[in-house]
């Protein structure tokens, strides 16, 4: 049986997890849900699909699975992949490893604790973020993103993980990507990320556009409807 992603292209791990299955010519059935409407809160698509009515997540036949980073390393395991992408070494596996669970607490906590405060949030209430709460969450997105830029940004390669891209490449472009719905671009503030994420982008086309397609409409019609004052 085929794999079957199950992902909303606005879910940020969603979207490497779309990016990197298609680059990698895993083949696999796409099942798109969708998170705006609530489909994954019903009580039919908990039984049916998945009790943690999240996304993204995999039916490999019998076998199901969620998170994103998991999910990926299960298919470095089960599915012919090219080594760059999660070495099989063990200390270079390491360093990919390295940034995954940095990031954990750090880029896709704040950019999606900036996220909610002045986009999600607003949007489901109609009520926008007090400024204390608006310039904390800004000062900790602003704060991972200057030391992302510091400590995995260096001379040693034009990626993560030096001359050769990665899927942690994939899963930090496609956080860094998000604040941009709640108006605030931050290859527009950061040098050295947009020069970076743009030879993500180059390395992951055309799926890397395909799957960040809605995030640029929705950012670009309405500056993420609540447009951040920076």
């Not at 605030?184 to 030879?199: A, C, F, G, V």
Request: net charge neutral.
């Amino acid at each position: 049986m085929v794999l079957k992603l199950y992902y909303d292209l606005l879910s940020q791990p969603s979207r490497a997890l779309y990016i990197f299955l298609k680059l990698t010519g895993v083949p696999f059935q796409e099942c798109p849900v969708s998170l705006m409407e609530g489909e994954h809160k019903t009580e039919e698509f908990k039984q049916k699909y998945s009790k943690f009515q999240k996304v993204p997540f995999i039916h490999d036949g019998d076998f199901k699975l969620i998170e994103s980073i998991g999910i990926m390393r299960y298919i470095t395991r089960e599915y012919p992949i090219e080594d760059h992408w999660y070495p099989k070494d063990s200390k270079k596996q390491a360093k990919v490893d390295e940034y995954l669970e940095w990031q954990h607490l750090n880029i896709r906590l704040n950019c999606s604790t900036f996220l909610i405060t002045t986009w999600m949030n607003p949007m489901r209430t109609g009520r926008q973020p007090s400024p204390e709460k608006y310039e904390s969450s800004k000062k900790y997105m602003l704060r991972s993103l200057s030391t992302f830029e510091e400590l995995f940004l260096s001379d040693d390669g034009p990626f993560l993980m030096g001359k050769q891209i990665s899927y942690a490449d994939i899963q930090a472009a496609c956080e860094i990507e998000q604040p941009k719905l709640a108006g605030y671009n931050p290859m527009d503030h950061y040098p050295k990320i947009k020069t970076w994420i743009e030879l993500v982008r180059k390395e992951c086309n055309p799926f890397y556009d395909e799957a960040h397609e809605m995030v640029n409409m929705l950012a670009e019609s309405n500056g993420g409807s609540t447009k951040a004052k920076l």
